[in-house]
């Protein structure tokens, strides 16, 4: 390590301390039992972090103490300064590392791909938590997780494994995942990232409306009312603010005030020091930057709200890391969320018979809409593209997210039509529809394509009957998805799709198998009758 890294890194250590001692004082005082493990251990877990005791980041996020806080501070202060300590030893010998759940399941290429996601059900899913121990923040219900690095709950990959889940019968399963997500909204007053201590600063994109009206397909409308004080528990996290929002103070957390009031989101993210699941490589992207760090550190996070870490959406100049600018966005595809959230919660409320709530929400959705395609239309390009209201203009960037408008509808006939074309005149690819256009090395960039925006596009494009297009996309991803599965037998978190030779493509980490979105996306399609080989 360079001497101006090392000081780079202990400076960010003490202002980090710094910062997540204030803003837990300030911030997360009902929160205080899930306190972010560089809060708990401070100079050590700054030390593992930067050392590359671990290759992987999250991995001593995820650890597990043998021992307590004090303990295992008490112990390093006292021997971290001796000349034979090796802090890769010390790091054993206090903390259990996270455990491999999918280590013994050996995939059977012989089954079919649907037969092989059906036995991955039972070694994707973690029993109901007895306890929160290390990071981990203990769930009432049993839950299925991702796969690979990812062995807790993801609050968006979530919808996508349920849809497989549906597909599959499982509606206890559903319903227990989705009784979660209402206890952590419950306890936190939003749904984390994910049920870790260090996701507790940020959400992902708003799916839990959806989550419930998937359950009401099987369970009925009455699943909608059950859920309603959650629904408006989420409603309300997002909108934090927007009542004292001005021309002088246009944002504040997530909600932001645009010209004549109207008012739309942003992603965001309430800390602004490195994650603590990638501690070094968030130092080394600031320092890169000759930016101010805690500037470059939000954008980052607010970045990984979005579910799209990273992506040259969020890029100033739309092709490195180090000009992000997460913040300043307003998304096309978190806008259309809130607006189903706000159509949701009306629906709710007529089934509570509360038509003076349900006719608001209704209201509200309509204006939400009709803001979205003010700013986010971009009639020349005849598509839907996110907002920078710092710069006052869309991004330019085409992006997948765009057919977030026609997946619930809120898109005219001729804009669909229009959003139809350019996604396959620039989107469309040998495997399915690509993240964006742009190659940068970013793993939400060219040439990769995920499940969850291969379902948005093909049910958006089906929704305004450009059912041809809808086909030829899921064709072509299914045709990959088993492919991948017939060479290697894995269901892998993201796929190259404009090289049908390679397994799966790259980004910020290494490739993870599992898949809980892959699976269920997957198998939603092939269940479908229209499926063609």
Request: hydrophobic fraction near 40%.
């Amino acid at each position: 390590m360079s001497r101006s890294l090392f000081a780079l890194l202990t400076l960010s250590a003490l202002l980090c301390a710094t910062a997540c001692k204030n803003e837990s004082a300030a911030d997360d005082a009902p929160m205080a039992k899930y306190r972010s493990p560089e809060e708990v251990y401070g100079d050590l877990f700054v030390a593992v972090q930067t050392s590359g005791v671990f290759p992987d980041g999250k991995t001593f996020a995820d650890c597990t103490p043998k021992a307590s806080v004090k303990e295992i501070m008490d112990a390093y202060e006292a021997n971290k300064n001796h000349p034979e300590f090796h802090l890769r030893a010390f790091v054993l010998q206090y903390f259990d590392p996270p455990h491999k759940f999918a280590s013994g399941f050996v995939s059977d290429t012989t089954r079919t791909a649907q037969d092989h996601i059906n036995a991955l059900w039972e070694v994707l899913t973690r029993r109901a938590d007895s306890t929160s121990t290390g990071t981990l923040i203990a769930l009432p219900n049993p839950y299925v997780v991702p796969g690979g690095r990812f062995g807790e709950i993801y609050y968006w990959d979530s919808y996508f494994t349920m849809l497989g889940l549906q597909t599959a019968g499982k509606v206890d399963m559903m319903e227990s995942m989705v009784g979660n997500f209402a206890y952590l909204i419950d306890e936190l007053g939003f749904i984390p990232n994910g049920n870790r201590t260090y996701y507790n600063s940020r959400s992902q994109p708003p799916f839990f409306a959806l989550m419930a009206g998937l359950l009401a397909e099987a369970k009925g409308n009455e699943a909608l009312a059950q859920y309603l004080p959650q629904l408006e528990k989420e409603y309300n996290f997002w909108m934090d603010g927007s009542q004292n929002l001005t021309d002088k103070a246009p944002a504040h957390r997530r909600v932001v005030r645009l010209s004549d009031g109207d008012l739309l989101n942003r992603y965001w993210d309430d800390r602004a020091t490195p994650r603590a699941e990638s501690y070094r490589e968030d130092v080394e992207t600031a320092a890169k930057s000759g930016r101010p760090a805690e500037e470059v550190y939000r954008h980052l996070r607010a970045a990984c709200e979005s579910g799209w870490d990273f992506s040259s959406r969020w890029l100033a100049d739309g092709k490195t890391l180090t000009s992000i600018h997460t913040a300043d966005i307003i998304p096309v595809d978190l806008n259309a969320l809130l607006y189903n959230l706000e159509i949701t919660l009306s629906k709710a409320h007529t089934q509570k018979g509360n038509t003076t709530e349900s006719k608001r929400y209704f209201a509200l959705a309509q204006k939400r809409a009709d803001f979205l395609v003010r700013y986010c239309w971009d009639a020349q390009k005849g598509y839907f593209m996110d907002y920078d209201f710092v710069k006052k203009q869309r991004t330019g960037v085409v992006s997948a997210a765009g057919m977030y408008p026609l997946f619930f509808g809120i898109a005219t006939p001729d804009q669909a039509k229009s959003c139809a074309k350019v996604l396959e005149r620039e989107l469309l690819k040998p495997g399915g529809i690509v993240t964006t256009a742009n190659t940068t090395g970013q793993q939400w960039d060219a040439p990769n394509g995920w499940a969850p925006l291969q379902w948005i596009s093909i049910q958006g494009l089906r929704k305004y009957d450009e059912n041809a297009l809808a086909q030829n996309i899921r064709q072509r991803w299914t045709h990959l998805n088993v492919k991948v599965y017939k060479n290697t037998g894995k269901m892998v978190e993201k796929y190259n799709v404009l090289d049908m030779t390679l397994e799966a493509g790259g980004g910020e980490y290494p490739v993870q198998d599992g898949f809980g979105w892959t699976n269920g996306v997957l198998l939603k399609l092939l269940s479908e009758n229209s499926f063609m080989d």
